[in-house]
Nanobody, 124 residues
Framework: QVQLVESGGGLVQAGGSLRLSCVAS????????MGWYRQAPGKQRELVAA???????NYADSVKGRFTISRDNIKNTVYLQMNSLKFEDTAVYYC??????????????????WGKGTLVTVSV
């Protein structure tokens, strides 16, 4: 059974930084695309960033240059470093895992496993 457990959310002032972590267990991680999504109140869930096991990344335009996704394949952990946070980054952030190894297949077929989410609140 796959489990994804997020941590690191919280309250931060605009311009500040947070780092989210997601530990994966079960038959996932090695070779799989992992990513972070977010859902703000009243909005649809959106892809924030994704990363392949080889380190290829994909970012939403709204976070490029501010957020960095990384992974530790030994610790089965994926990270999201968030810098220069804005009020509009306020959302529940979800860790996600795909059955696919390639970014293209993940984008086509979507993610298969989800964490419960961690709340990030950015105050002005």
């Amino acid at each position: 059974q796959v489990q994804l457990v997020e941590s690191g959310g919280g309250l931060v002032q605009a311009g500040g930084s947070l780092r989210l972590s997601c530990v994966a267990s079960g038959s996932i991680f090695s070779g799989n695309v992992m990513g972070w999504y977010r859902q703000a109140p009243g909005k649809q869930r959106e892809l924030v960033a994704a990363i392949t096991s080889g380190g290829r990344t994909n970012y939403a335009d709204s976070v490029k240059g501010r957020f960095t996704i990384s992974r530790d394949n030994i610790k089965n952990t994926v990270y999201l470093q968030m810098n220069s946070l804005k009020f509009e980054d306020t959302a529940v952030y979800y860790c996600a895992g795909s059955k696919w190894a390639s970014m293209a297949n993940m984008i086509t077929h979507g993610m298969d496993y989800w964490g419960k989410g961690t709340l990030v609140t950015v105050s002005v």
